[in-house]
């Protein structure tokens, strides 16, 4: 009797103290957007309506599909920003692809061999960071040189000027709906699925995660870093070629120097999905959320008839308290 | 492992052997391709006064990369000096376009750059926010600070004839012949190398910037040792910002972001001159003068500027990848553990 009723006490005492953040945290992130969402609602009657609504969807989408692979990247390729993983060319090449499809399609290419085009160059840019990254070259500087390389790419095809997406198929990208949701929105669901299932629940997620830890430890444990670490640059070219392609259907347009106003959006949307993570870990779930708000916040700001201005330095406060927060995790691991 | 350690001790090696030096001669070999080209290519190239023009728009590069090595050798980055640039021409500008004296003007202009800086410091040395991060919601931040004071991003012209000489003389002076931007820009360079590699000073930020904790353990004041750097590297592109307002004569919001990039592409790409990857002004400057060169070349050869992009690029990924791949068959380093924020930064190419 005395045993067994001791038993779960020691079992209790001898628990490793849980890794992370506390409980609250994680809750705290989303009771901040939920906070947010609900005072967007209550100061502007046009917020929740579902045309709006809709609208908020269809800006998330970019961000969304982009910071899945930019999370990807992160996770493969450990969260320090200066030695672990990190892609500066996801915005740049998102705004090669658009301009390649916009390109072929003007050229009277019918619309699948564009895709393809424009997703075979992001595939290609992918290639490049990969191969280099695997190489021994700071994925820091590897990207930079990549966004520099597609964005003057971008400048080349489309001659600086802006070049219609026309045709049934884009059209089709921009104003048709699947199951009652817009086409870009069921994109970003399905990769969502897809990418998040990938990442949580299938060996190459878990090592994934593993090698982003603990590249060393994942090598012992008979791991090949290299194949996760090229393949997470690949698939983050590849997203954000998707990511690309809905930015100019629903821009009507493939417009030059689109890539570099969307990176630091990307970047924010993966960095900020920690706070949505109990183990403050970078997650396509957590990415998915961000970038919802974030596209709320943009929204409602501009129907609140906040100046543009505003924006951008609230997203600047949104990152650091994101950092705050990541910073606290820091001194809790050191203690 | 007794290889590795032996070999990266300094002076218990014999003479350096012609495959050792090779990766570190990339970078200089690839600035003499770059020259010999364009001067076959275009006749003009080589002529004192394109050389001196070159220099004189490379130098707010030249500023703005010799304060990000300051940086980088403290371990850290900085994505925020053009806002710092961006600032101090902004407030340099408005100072003169309200009529201040020109030595108030530059000295509001260094003020508000140092500002950017000490906010840096705060961040990443009180916070320990991780300095890419930081600064960059600083970029954020400082972007829409621009905005706001300039009514939603409306430039700042000078009336020329307006312009005080003692504010001209910055951007377009002349100091026995040479530019003064070009004359600013090797001071500052020379005084930023002898800080970095001649004084306690300069030796502490480098350990400091390699090993950390070490540099903790032994009592070095890493906090403000890092703070430094930050506000120095600020200090010296609002000192870019000054020259950049005064040459223009104006203030175009967001134009000190154009730097930030090349800055860091040059900083690596001197990075492969060092034995050990350690970044160096010296080998700044190459890097600042391949993508300068660069471009005035592809100028000079009549090359649309979308191409410049391209080549930047590519000289930044060709010198690097080689530099990596011709050092990987030298030695193969074990590479330290990607940890969280406190990682020792691996000095790679």
């Given at each position: 009797?005395?045993?067994?009723?001791?038993?779960?006490?020691?079992?209790?005492?001898?628990?490793?103290?849980?890794?992370?953040?506390?409980?609250?945290?994680?809750?705290?992130?989303?009771?901040?957007?939920?906070?947010?969402?609900?005072?967007?609602?209550?100061?502007?009657?046009?917020?929740?309506?579902?045309?709006?609504?809709?609208?908020?969807?269809?800006?998330?989408?970019?961000?969304?599909?982009?910071?899945?692979?930019?999370?990807?990247?992160?996770?493969?390729?450990?969260?320090?920003?200066?030695?672990?993983?990190?892609?500066?060319?996801?915005?740049?090449?998102?705004?090669?692809?658009?301009?390649?499809?916009?390109?072929?399609?003007?050229?009277?290419?019918?619309?699948?061999?564009?895709?393809?085009?424009?997703?075979?160059?992001?595939?290609?840019?992918?290639?490049?960071?990969?191969?280099?990254?695997?190489?021994?070259?700071?994925?820091?500087?590897?990207?930079?040189?990549?966004?520099?390389?597609?964005?003057?790419?971008?400048?080349?095809?489309?001659?600086?000027?802006?070049?219609?997406?026309?045709?049934?198929?884009?059209?089709?990208?921009?104003?048709?709906?699947?199951?009652?949701?817009?086409?870009?929105?069921?994109?970003?669901?399905?990769?969502?699925?897809?990418?998040?299932?990938?990442?949580?629940?299938?060996?190459?997620?878990?090592?994934?995660?593993?090698?982003?830890?603990?590249?060393?430890?994942?090598?012992?444990?008979?791991?090949?870093?290299?194949?996760?670490?090229?393949?997470?640059?690949?698939?983050?070219?590849?997203?954000?070629?998707?990511?690309?392609?809905?930015?100019?259907?629903?821009?009507?347009?493939?417009?030059?120097?689109?890539?570099?106003?969307?990176?630091?959006?990307?970047?924010?949307?993966?960095?900020?999905?920690?706070?949505?993570?109990?183990?403050?870990?970078?997650?396509?779930?957590?990415?998915?959320?961000?970038?919802?708000?974030?596209?709320?916040?943009?929204?409602?700001?501009?129907?609140?008839?906040?100046?543009?201005?505003?924006?951008?330095?609230?997203?600047?406060?949104?990152?650091?308290?994101?950092?705050?927060?990541?910073?606290?995790?820091?001194?809790?691991?050191?203690? | 492992?007794?290889?590795?350690?032996?070999?990266?001790?300094?002076?218990?090696?014999?003479?350096?052997?012609?495959?050792?030096?090779?990766?570190?001669?990339?970078?200089?070999l690839v600035l003499a391709a770059i020259m010999l080209a364009f001067s076959v290519l275009t006749p003009t190239f080589l002529t004192g006064d394109n050389l001196l023009a070159v220099l004189n728009q490379t130098a707010i590069l030249a500023l703005v990369a010799a304060g990000m090595t300051v940086v980088v050798r403290s371990g850290g980055i900085d994505l925020s000096v053009g806002v710092a640039l961006d600032l101090a021409a902004l407030a340099a500008a408005a100072a003169i376009a309200e009529r201040y004296v020109p030595w108030v003007a530059v000295v509001v202009g260094l003020a508000f750059g140092l500002a950017v800086g000490l906010v840096n410091a705060f961040l990443i040395v009180v916070l320990r926010i991780p300095p890419f991060l930081a600064t960059l919601s600083v970029w954020f931040i400082g972007t829409s600070v621009q905005q706001l004071l300039t009514g939603g991003g409306a430039p700042i012209y000078l009336v020329r004839s307006q312009v005080p000489e003692g504010f001209a003389l910055w951007g377009n002076g002349y100091l026995l012949g040479v530019?003064?931007?070009?004359?600013?820009?090797?001071?500052?360079?020379?005084?930023?190398?002898?800080?970095?590699?001649?004084?306690?000073?300069?030796?502490?930020?480098?350990?400091?910037?390699?090993?950390?904790?070490?540099?903790?353990?032994?009592?070095?004041?890493?906090?403000?040792?890092?703070?430094?750097?930050?506000?120095?590297?600020?200090?010296?592109?609002?000192?870019?910002?000054?020259?950049?307002?005064?040459?223009?004569?104006?203030?175009?919001?967001?134009?000190?972001?154009?730097?930030?990039?090349?800055?860091?592409?040059?900083?690596?790409?001197?990075?492969?001159?060092?034995?050990?990857?350690?970044?160096?002004?010296?080998?700044?400057?190459?890097?600042?003068?391949?993508?300068?060169?660069?471009?005035?070349?592809?100028?000079?050869?009549?090359?649309?500027?979308?191409?410049?992009?391209?080549?930047?690029?590519?000289?930044?990924?060709?010198?690097?990848?080689?530099?990596?791949?011709?050092?990987?068959?030298?030695?193969?380093?074990?590479?330290?553990?990607?940890?969280?924020?406190?990682?020792?930064?691996?000095?790679?190419?």
């Amino acid at each position: 009797m005395s045993t067994a009723a001791a038993t779960p006490q020691t079992g209790a005492a001898q628990r490793a103290p849980r890794r992370g953040a506390p409980a609250w945290l994680s809750w705290a992130g989303y009771a901040t957007v939920l906070a947010v969402v609900l005072a967007l609602a209550a100061s502007s009657p046009n917020f929740l309506v579902p045309a709006n609504l809709a609208a908020v969807l269809n800006q998330a989408a970019v961000y969304a599909i982009a910071g899945f692979g930019l999370a990807v990247v992160i996770v493969t390729g450990g969260d320090d920003v200066v030695d672990g993983g990190i892609d500066l060319s996801v915005g740049a090449v998102a705004g090669l692809a658009g301009t390649v499809a916009a390109v072929a399609s003007q050229a009277g290419l019918p619309p699948v061999a564009s895709i393809a085009g424009a997703l075979a160059v992001a595939a290609a840019a992918g290639t490049v960071n990969g191969a280099a990254v695997v190489l021994g070259l700071r994925p820091l500087l590897t990207t930079l040189a990549t966004m520099g390389i597609a964005g003057s790419l971008t400048l080349v095809i489309s001659n600086n000027v802006k070049v219609p997406f026309t045709g049934a198929a884009f059209e089709w990208l921009r104003d048709g709906s699947l199951a009652g949701l817009p086409v870009a929105v069921v994109v970003m669901l399905v990769l969502f699925a897809v990418v998040g299932l990938g990442l949580g629940s299938t060996s190459w997620g878990v090592r994934s995660y593993a090698v982003g830890q603990n590249p060393t430890a994942a090598k012992v444990a008979g791991i090949n870093p290299r194949k996760y670490i090229f393949n997470s640059y690949l698939i983050s070219a590849l997203l954000a070629g998707i990511a690309g392609l809905l930015l100019s259907a629903r821009l009507s347009a493939a417009v030059p120097g689109v890539g570099n106003q969307i990176l630091l959006d990307i970047i924010l949307v993966a960095f900020m999905s920690v706070v949505f993570s109990r183990r403050l870990v970078v997650t396509i779930t957590g990415t998915l959320v961000a970038a919802l708000f974030i596209a709320a916040l943009t929204n409602g700001f501009t129907l609140l008839g906040v100046a543009s201005q505003w924006v951008g330095a609230a997203k600047g406060v949104l990152i650091l308290v994101v950092l705050a927060v990541v910073a606290i995790r820091g001194r809790s691991d050191a203690k | 492992m007794t290889a590795t350690a032996t070999r990266n001790r300094p002076g218990l090696r014999p003479a350096p052997r012609a495959a050792d030096i090779l990766p570190r001669l990339i970078a200089p070999l690839v600035l003499a391709a770059i020259m010999l080209a364009f001067s076959v290519l275009t006749p003009t190239f080589l002529t004192g006064d394109n050389l001196l023009a070159v220099l004189n728009q490379t130098a707010i590069l030249a500023l703005v990369a010799a304060g990000m090595t300051v940086v980088v050798r403290s371990g850290g980055i900085d994505l925020s000096v053009g806002v710092a640039l961006d600032l101090a021409a902004l407030a340099a500008a408005a100072a003169i376009a309200e009529r201040y004296v020109p030595w108030v003007a530059v000295v509001v202009g260094l003020a508000f750059g140092l500002a950017v800086g000490l906010v840096n410091a705060f961040l990443i040395v009180v916070l320990r926010i991780p300095p890419f991060l930081a600064t960059l919601s600083v970029w954020f931040i400082g972007t829409s600070v621009q905005q706001l004071l300039t009514g939603g991003g409306a430039p700042i012209y000078l009336v020329r004839s307006q312009v005080p000489e003692g504010f001209a003389l910055w951007g377009n002076g002349y100091l026995l012949g040479v530019p003064f931007p070009v004359v600013a820009a090797v001071l500052v360079a020379g005084v930023v190398y002898l800080a970095l590699d001649g004084t306690r000073w300069g030796r502490e930020l480098t350990v400091t910037g390699e090993q950390p904790g070490a540099s903790r353990i032994s009592g070095k004041r890493v906090g403000a040792l890092g703070a430094s750097a930050y506000v120095l590297a600020a200090g010296v592109a609002a000192l870019a910002g000054v020259v950049l307002a005064s040459r223009t004569y104006a203030f175009i919001p967001a134009s000190g972001q154009l730097y930030v990039m090349d800055a860091i592409g040059a900083v690596f790409i001197g990075a492969t001159l060092s034995k050990y990857g350690r970044v160096s002004v010296p080998g700044t400057m190459v890097g600042v003068l391949i993508f300068a060169l660069l471009a005035n070349g592809m100028n000079l050869a009549g090359l649309s500027f979308f191409w410049q992009g391209l080549a930047r690029g590519l000289a930044l990924l060709l010198v690097l990848l080689l530099g990596v791949v011709l050092a990987r068959q030298r030695t193969s380093r074990v590479r330290p553990p990607a940890t969280a924020t406190t990682a020792v930064p691996a000095r790679k190419g």
